[in-house]
């Protein structure tokens, strides 16, 4: 069976010709959830971005190849790889309030992409939209489809994107710190349920997040990013077991654990930063640019 | 035991409620906190951990007088400072200090690092041997004196914390609110700046109330923890007792709802009974 996503070699450069993105390869299964953890500006969020084909116009991908379910995305036309990209992802933000149209009931804005992109009958949409909400434990649909975002809490707003999100049946869903904006109780819900439908669905999840306690819950598989590389990739019981990279077991020490405070919250050893950044400069240095 | 620093008795606050104000007229009030008695020791770091919503912050901008009790009373050292008028509080802000969330925001961009840490000082007529003190100040968070005649976007997040903390203990104060002071740094960042505040706040016998989200940070750094939930106290206590045997349900559910970094297959599966998210 072919990897529902596979990125090889990819590189991203912006327009002064930094590089955002070090030769990032990763694999992911059909029905695999993959953690991508990391610290600000780590690429974490660049990746999704990437695969959605929403990167910013400012970053450049100068090099490699992503491949949805075998297609390779490089090699089609604008036009067929945003239809391809659009029929089998969706994207769960981070914001939820910021994701959703201020000025719209939230029925339509659900039902949308379903009749738009994907052109399904309003009907058909709709009793899809119901189904799952459903799923997502929205006893109260009618309601919910008629209110305005901002009449609902954040992770009512979370429950409905999620609803959103798998509704097309994607192959892939990008999730982006969904839970970062949440209460702890409400993110317990909200990982729960990603959780739970992903599972029902067999969709494969790329999740980012830097909270390493999210991985651990949510993830089988984790990619740990620093800098634009990934600098460890693991199956996530065996990462937590056995972490190999300083820089992730620097991650682990600095986060904080109830129940062990005096162990965890370690800052970040000098050491294990410049170890990092010779990493990254050795790989620039054999890293030629390629040119077209 | 010493007297309290800050002594709470029937604390309420009620503030505007702008989403129900009517297009003319006034917004009707809203109870935010009611009801609240505590008191936080002198010299020691009291958590106050509590769900979006539930008047964390509201609480700690009334211990500082940034907001005026509805009703009951806060004693500073003994004093009432309830509804002291913003004159006769000008003499004890100097001992009332704050740490923000977002230091972006919170720093003025058009002003150097040095003269960001000395406004507080020329405020209080400390004016002289302002370069000597800013350099101390400086120095006590770490980051060297190089940095003095810097901007706020020439430093990174937890850099910029640093000058937040340094100019909030320029003057020496009792009292610190932070108020979810490390919620957008990085974790390596994180652990850097809760490092420095736990120890200046050893060193410099510091109060502090430290508003968090994050219940793996305040059992680390507090001693004691004030757990809130929709403006009123669900449970206060020592921390090590709070966590070891938590009284109250919702304690125990925000305890069991944090995602600790290590494989628990059940935990995932295991229903949280906290407040339903509509």
Same mark, same amino acid.
């Not at chain 1, 309030?97 to 058909?124: E, F, H, Y």
């Not at chain 2, 976007?153 to 932070?178: C, D, M, N, T, Y």
């Not at chain 2, 295991?270 to 339903?276: C, D, E, F, I, R």
């Given at each position: 069976?072919s990897?529902?996503?596979d990125?090889?070699?990819?590189?991203?450069?912006?327009a002064?010709? !930094?590089?955002? &993105?070090r030769s990032?390869?990763?694999?992911l299964?059909?029905?695999?959830v993959?953690?991508?953890?990391?610290?600000?500006?780590?690429g974490?969020?660049?990746i999704?971005?990437a695969v959605?084909?929403?990167?910013?116009s400012s970053?450049r991908i100068?090099?490699?190849?992503?491949?949805l379910?075998?297609?390779?995305?490089?090699?089609?036309?604008?036009? #067929?790889?945003?239809?391809?990209?659009g029929?089998r992802t969706?994207?769960?933000p981070?914001d939820?309030?910021?994701?959703?149209?201020p000025?719209?009931r939230i029925?339509?804005?659900?039902? =949308?992409?379903?009749?738009r992109?994907?052109?399904?009958?309003?009907d058909?949409?709709d009793?899809?939209?119901r189904?799952?909400?459903?799923e997502?434990?929205i006893? /109260?649909?009618?309601?919910?489809?008629?209110?305005?975002p901002?009449?609902l809490s954040g992770?009512?707003?979370?429950r409905?994107?999620?609803a @959103?999100?798998?509704?097309?049946e994607?192959?892939?869903?990008?999730?982006d710190e969904?839970?970062? @904006?949440? =209460?702890?109780?409400?993110? +317990? !819900?909200?990982l729960?349920?990603i959780?739970?439908?992903q599972?029902?669905?067999?969709t494969a %999840?790329l999740f980012?997040?830097?909270?390493?306690?999210?991985?651990a819950? %949510?993830s089988? +598989?984790?990619?740990?990013?620093?800098?634009?590389?990934?600098?460890?990739?693991a199956?996530? #019981?065996?990462?937590f077991?056995?972490p190999?990279?300083p820089?992730?077991?620097a991650?682990?020490?600095a986060?904080?654990?109830?129940t062990?405070?005096?162990a965890?919250?370690?800052p970040v /050893?000098?050491?294990?930063?410049?170890?990092l950044?010779?990493e990254i400069?050795?790989? /620039?240095?054999?890293?030629r640019?390629?040119?077209? | 035991?010493a007297?309290p620093?800050?002594?709470?008795?029937g604390?309420?606050?009620?503030?505007?409620?702008?989403?129900?104000?009517p297009l %003319?007229?006034?917004a009707?009030?809203?109870e935010?906190? +009611?009801?609240? $008695?505590?008191?936080?020791?002198s010299?020691?770091v009291?958590g106050?951990v509590?769900?979006?919503?539930s008047g964390?912050?509201t609480?700690?901008?009334? &211990?500082?007088?940034?907001?005026?009790?509805? #009703?009951?009373?806060?004693?500073?050292?003994?004093r009432?400072?309830?509804?002291?008028?913003e004159?006769?509080?000008?003499?004890?802000?100097?001992?009332?200090q704050m740490?923000?969330?977002d230091?972006m925001?919170?720093l003025?961009p058009?002003r150097t690092?040095?003269s960001?840490?000395?406004?507080?000082?020329?405020?209080?007529?400390?004016g002289?041997?302002?370069k000597?003190?800013?350099?101390e100040?400086?120095?006590?968070?770490?980051?060297?004196?190089s940095?003095?005649?810097r901007?706020?976007?020439?430093?990174?997040?937890?850099?910029?914390q640093?000058v937040?903390?340094?100019?909030? &203990?320029a003057?020496?104060?009792?009292?610190v609110?932070? $108020?979810?002071i490390v919620?957008?740094?990085d974790?390596?960042?994180?652990a850097?700046?809760?490092?420095? &505040?736990?120890?200046?706040?050893?060193?410099m016998?510091?109060t502090?109330?430290?508003?968090?989200h994050?219940?793996s940070?305040?059992?680390?750094?507090?001693q004691?923890v004030?757990?809130m939930?929709?403006g009123?106290?669900v449970?206060?206590s020592?921390?090590?007792a709070?966590? =070891?045997?938590p009284? !109250?349900?919702y304690t125990r559910?925000?305890? @069991?709802?944090?995602?600790l970094?290590e494989?628990?297959?059940?935990?995932?599966?295991?229903p949280?009974?906290?407040k339903?998210?509509?």
């Amino acid at each position: 069976m072919s990897a529902c996503l596979d990125i090889a070699n990819l590189s991203a450069v912006l327009a002064n010709g !930094q590089r955002v &993105l070090r030769s990032v390869s990763l694999a992911l299964q059909p029905g695999e959830v993959r953690a991508l953890v990391g610290e600000s500006g780590a690429g974490k969020t660049m990746i999704g971005k990437a695969v959605l084909g929403v990167l910013p116009s400012s970053v450049r991908i100068v090099e490699g190849d992503m491949r949805l379910e075998g297609e390779d995305l490089g090699k089609l036309q604008p036009r #067929a790889r945003r239809t391809l990209i659009g029929a089998r992802t969706a994207l769960i933000p981070q914001d939820p309030l910021t994701a959703l149209n201020p000025s719209r009931r939230i029925g339509p804005q659900m039902t =949308d992409r379903l009749v738009r992109i994907l052109g399904w009958s309003g009907d058909k949409a709709d009793r899809r939209i119901r189904q799952l909400l459903d799923e997502v434990q929205i006893r /109260d649909p009618d309601r919910v489809l008629k209110t305005y975002p901002h009449e609902l809490s954040g992770g009512m707003r979370q429950r409905v994107l999620i609803a @959103a999100a798998f509704a097309a049946e994607p192959r892939l869903i990008v999730a982006d710190e969904p839970t970062t @904006a949440l =209460d702890v109780t409400v993110q +317990k !819900q909200i990982l729960r349920l990603i959780g739970a439908l992903q599972r029902e669905h067999g969709t494969a %999840i790329l999740f980012v997040t830097h909270d390493l306690g999210v991985v651990a819950k %949510i993830s089988q +598989k984790v990619s740990v990013l620093y800098a634009g590389k990934v600098v460890e990739e693991a199956e996530t #019981a065996a990462l937590f077991a056995a972490p190999r990279h300083p820089y992730t077991r620097a991650l682990m020490a600095a986060t904080p654990r109830y129940t062990d405070p005096f162990a965890s919250l370690r800052p970040v /050893d000098e050491t294990v930063l410049a170890g990092l950044a010779a990493e990254i400069a050795s790989a /620039d240095q054999a890293w030629r640019r390629p040119h077209g | 035991m010493a007297e309290p620093l800050f002594s709470v008795r029937g604390l309420k606050v009620a503030l505007p409620d702008m989403t129900r104000k009517p297009l %003319i007229g006034r917004a009707p009030l809203a109870e935010i906190l +009611k009801g609240l $008695d505590f008191d936080l020791p002198s010299g020691s770091v009291t958590g106050i951990v509590g769900e979006s919503g539930s008047g964390k912050s509201t609480l700690g901008r009334t &211990l500082v007088r940034l907001l005026e009790p509805s #009703a009951g009373s806060v004693r500073f050292e003994g004093r009432d400072i309830t509804h002291l008028p913003e004159a006769a509080l000008r003499p004890l802000r100097r001992d009332l200090q704050m740490i923000f969330q977002d230091p972006m925001s919170s720093l003025n961009p058009r002003r150097t690092i040095a003269s960001i840490i000395a406004a507080p000082l020329r405020q209080n007529g400390l004016g002289d041997n302002l370069k000597a003190r800013v350099a101390e100040a400086l120095q006590r968070v770490g980051l060297p004196q190089s940095f003095a005649g810097r901007y706020r976007h020439e430093l990174s997040g937890g850099q910029r914390q640093r000058v937040g903390i340094a100019r909030a &203990l320029a003057l020496s104060p009792k009292f610190v609110l932070a $108020d979810e002071i490390v919620s957008g740094l990085d974790v390596s960042t994180q652990a850097q700046i809760l490092t420095l &505040l736990e120890k200046l706040a050893a060193e410099m016998g510091l109060t502090v109330a430290f508003i968090s989200h994050d219940l793996s940070v305040i059992r680390r750094l507090c001693q004691q923890v004030i757990v809130m939930r929709e403006g009123s106290i669900v449970e206060a206590s020592a921390t090590d007792a709070l966590f =070891d045997k938590p009284r !109250q349900a919702y304690t125990r559910d925000l305890i @069991a709802a944090i995602p600790l970094p290590e494989i628990d297959a059940g935990w995932l599966d295991m229903p949280s009974t906290g407040k339903a998210p509509i």
